[in-house]
């Protein structure tokens, strides 16, 4: 089985592969908070809800302000198995953006 892995580690490495992550998208709040993830989905998250996604490395996630989309994060590997607050994610980058 070690060998198998080790195996798949050097093709993916070879072939160029990208990592993916899989981690948790919340919502909190009471509101359900639309996304856009070009080229996978454009989800709606439900208020008070969790919902798993795997999403390859260097993958862009983006909220909408004012039908305006705005980027969230960009996937890393470090990511994964992190549970993400996404109202509280868009709360800060409406910050930094200067959108409130």
């Not at 050097?10 to 990592?19: F, H, P, R, S």
């Not at 070009?38 to 983006?62: A, R, Y």
Request: net charge positive.
């Amino acid at each position: 089985m070690k060998l198998f892995i080790a195996t798949m580690l050097v093709i993916g490495t070879i072939t160029g592969e990208k990592k993916s992550a899989s981690f948790v998208l919340r919502n909190e709040s009471a509101s359900s908070i639309p996304l856009v993830i070009p080229g996978v989905m454009n989800p709606n998250l439900s208020p008070m809800s969790n919902s798993k996604v795997t999403l390859e490395e260097g993958q862009e996630i983006f909220f909408l302000e004012k039908k305006k989309r705005y980027l969230l994060l960009e996937v890393s590997p470090e990511l994964n198995g992190d549970t993400l607050i996404v109202n509280d994610l868009i709360k800060k980058r409406k910050q930094e953006l200067d959108l409130n």
